[in-house]
């Protein structure tokens, strides 16, 4: 016989794969703290409900978290804005933090030279210890800088 286990499926009898095993008299939902009674013997809820609530609770505090960064960044870029569109391309750094710019908070940094440039979406500046200078607006797709008008 080619396959000698297949007797056996078609016959009915009982195999290890298809016994439950019992379930542990101590396990409790993870939401409700109710006795789970049926299901697997791994299983972490009692219900879908109990399940979906204690995955939202769990991802809205990440969904909050991001939104406080996206948040500071979407800040940071308005005011990068207002001064490019000032022509301001150079602030004293006790000044553009009093309009409410996080210094650490940006998109993308980079070593060009001695100097750390750094990226607020399409806006590139330094930042030294007293100064945020060489405001830029990045053209999208050409890579070259377009300076404050002015």
């Not at 078609?10 to 789970?36: H, Q, V, W």
């Not at 009674?37 to 791994?42: A, P």
């Amino acid at each position: 016989m080619l396959f000698p286990g297949i007797r056996r499926i078609f016959s009915g009898k009982s195999t290890a794969m298809t016994k439950k095993k019992p379930i542990p008299s101590d396990l409790r939902c993870m939401e409700c703290g109710k006795p789970i009674r049926n299901g697997r013997s791994d299983r972490k809820f009692c219900s879908p409900q109990c399940k979906n609530r204690w995955h939202n609770a769990r991802d809205g505090r990440f969904y909050t978290y991001r939104l406080r960064i996206l948040a500071s960044l979407d800040r940071n870029h308005l005011i990068l804005t207002r001064l490019h569109d000032a022509g301001i391309q150079s602030m004293a750094r006790a000044d553009i933090v009093s309009m409410g710019f996080r210094t650490d908070f940006f998109t993308g940094c980079s070593r060009t030279g001695r100097y750390l440039e750094y990226a607020c979406f399409d806006f590139r500046y330094r930042i030294s210890d007293n100064r945020v200078w060489r405001i830029a607006r990045v053209l999208p797709g050409a890579g070259e800088q377009r300076p404050a008008p002015g």
